[in-house]
């Protein structure tokens, strides 16, 4: 989606646009939730960095918010960076994300919007526990 490092402000809106059209034929939403979890690298990265880690730590990190002003303040810290000045900006806690740290900030920030949440809980535990909490509440 992103061919400039850092991108430009119309790359940027084009992705933006993007993403909210395949957000809407993605999401069908039934019932509003308050409690969102988000899993996977992006979330648990902008986590890290949040907390000013330098190394990933997955027991500080579990359970922690990012609200929809960190989202905002991540996507405008890093669309001024190139994927280079990510990496040594945040060291390892980015290592093999820094090509695509923003666009999934870009990412949780729209579905955030879609949503219309203000916060997710960060988890590690991926989405293979998820689908094991829904069956198991599925059997009751």
């Not at 989606?1 to 933006?16: T, W």
């Amino acid at each position: 989606m992103l061919s400039k490092d850092p991108p430009d402000e119309a790359e940027i809106s084009s992705c933006k646009s993007i993403i909210r059209k395949e957000i809407e034929n993605i999401f069908l939403i039934e019932e509003k939730s308050d409690e969102v979890i988000a899993v996977a690298g992006t979330p648990t990265t902008l986590a890290c960095i949040k907390k000013g880690l330098t190394n990933y730590n997955e027991s500080k990190i579990e359970g922690d918010i990012l609200t929809r002003e960190d989202l905002s303040d991540f996507t405008y810290q890093l669309a001024l960076l190139s994927s280079r000045k990510i990496k040594e900006q945040y060291n390892s806690v980015v290592n093999g994300r820094e090509d695509v740290l923003f666009t999934g900030t870009l990412l949780l920030s729209e579905i955030m919007n879609h949503l219309n949440i203000n916060k997710f809980t960060v988890s590690t535990r991926g989405v293979r526990y998820g689908a094991i909490i829904q069956y198991l509440q599925n059997l009751s």
